[in-house]
């Protein structure tokens, strides 16, 4: 197993940067693909980018070019670079891990982490 834990969460206008961070810990953080996801009130938790064990990511289209994902496998973190941010993206934001034999597999859809991991979350608000 592997426990996740988010922060860097915020109030930040329209327009505006935020970093969110995941640290890992528990069993070897490079045998886990990551990824971030996220839930506004009212809507399903839904998919915003993934990363794989060898640094190859994926975005949802909503975020591609405003979003970046990476990960430092020396400091078991990962990390979300969300810029040129929307009232639409307010959500609360999941960390997501799941363990793969694969060094290029990357989480593509929720039901991905069916059988991985999830954070507590972190709440990114946008204000308009």
């Known amino acids: 197993q592997v426990q996740l834990v988010e922060s860097g969460g915020g109030l930040v206008p329209a327009g505006g940067s935020l970093r969110l961070s995941c640290a890992a810990s528990?069993?070897?953080?490079?045998?886990?693909?990551m990824g971030w996801f996220r839930q506004a009130p009212g809507k399903e938790r839904e998919f915003v980018a993934a990363i794989s064990r060898d640094g190859g990511s994926n975005y949802a289209d909503s975020v591609k070019g405003r979003f970046t994902i990476s990960r430092d496998n020396a400091k078991n973190m990962v990390y979300l670079q969300m810029n040129s941010l929307k009232p639409e993206d307010t959500a609360v934001y999941y960390c997501?891990?799941?363990?793969?034999?694969?060094?290029?597999?990357?989480?593509?859809?929720?039901?991905?982490?069916?059988?991985?991991?999830w954070g507590q979350g972190t709440q990114v608000t946008v204000s308009s």
């Open positions: 997501a891990a799941k363990f793969s034999g694969s060094y290029y597999y990357t989480l593509k859809s929720l039901s991905d982490v069916n059988s991985g991991y």
């Open positions: 528990g069993r070897p953080f490079t045998n886990y693909a």
